[in-house]
């Protein structure tokens, strides 16, 4: 698949002002539900009226989902308010009567995505379609499900395409209900810089309080969208009700939004800018010859240990190395996280230059 700016044809002709955004409630409730929620919405920077009408839940037992049924109040909601509507489909079932319906906009969820099975029964089902089509990356950090779905649905030629980032799950202890991993969103978008890129802040979070933080990082990180879980009575949604946001809320944040430009032609912000940036190229070459330092002494260590028949690993230097560099990082203003990633990689790559070196 080539990147072309013909994949932002959908996005680039709403002319918007201000970044897209999709917002409604995690599930449609009742019909009094979605028809509150969406006028609340009307007149507001709010493009596409989200609604989950089948609910894909982790453990079975919880709601999920109104069903079909659903799909009549959402046409309702764009009888009375303008709005377009927008909703997850998990099978070719679902595409059906969604089309069938009208629904504007249709989006694969996390939990397909990691299934090309159902990815291609979707992309089939959806063949030629000029309705939206967004994809949520896979549940888990797999850049590749997420880059094949992509593909899956354009060999189907479906042209209004676009990807929703919403967090990662993971067994480490997070403040995240999804961590973000925002450099596989940024991948992504490297490799294709015209897809459109939505943020999902909502399921990233699991919390209200947190959303407009990962929204405005989003923003910094020159996301195209958000889509926000938003409910005239959060506490009480039948779905992710830690999540929601209401409405008030939802334009409150959007008024604090700071907005970037892409860029600016100011001819001293240019000159800082390419400043700054020739030193990053310096210090990362400076970084690389470092690393590259460091693991010679390693291969000599290697060589030391082979001589004397020693196992590459000892935990307790390792650990003792760890704690030093997470302190010295921390009055640099590095975080904990960041260094035990950083030297988590630096050690695994001294292993693997050990084991080659005891292994000869
Ligand atoms: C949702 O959008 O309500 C949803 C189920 O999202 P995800 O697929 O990201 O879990
Ligand atoms: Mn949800």
Known sequence: MENSPALRNWLDTMNLSHPLVIAGPCSAETEKQVLDIAHELKDTDVSYYRAGIWKPRTRPGNFEGVGAIGLKWLQRVQEETGLKTAIEVANKNHVDLALEH????????????????????????????????LIKNPVNPDLSLWLGAVERLHKSNIKNLGVIHRGFSTYEK????????????????????DLPLINDPSHITGKRD??????????????????????????????????????????????????????????????????????IDIIDNQLIETLGKRMKVADEIGQLKKQRNVAVLQTNRWNAILGKMILEGESKGLSEEFVLKLFKAIHQESINHQEKIINR
Request: glycine share 2%; with cysteine.
């Open 102 to 133: 009208n629904v504007d906009l249709l989006w694969i969820g996390a939990r397909s995505t990691v299934s090309p099975f159902i990815v291609q029964e979707i992309a089939e089902a959806l063949e030629g379609t000029d309705k939206i089509v």
């Open 174 to 193: 997070s403040k995240y209900r999804n961590i973000p991993e925002w450099q596989l969103a940024i991948e992504l978008q490297t490799r294709f810089p």
């Open 210 to 279: 947190m959303v407009f933080d990962v929204s405005q990082t989003a923003l910094d990180l020159n996301f195209d969208g958000l889509m926000i879980e938003t409910h005239c009575d959060p506490e009480n949604a039948w779905s992710d009700a830690a999540q929601q946001v209401t409405p008030a809320k939802l334009v409150q944040m959007m008024q604090d939004l700071k907005i970037r430009k892409e860029t600016d032609q100011e001819t001293e912000y240019n000159t800082i800018l390419s400043n700054c940036r020739a030193q």
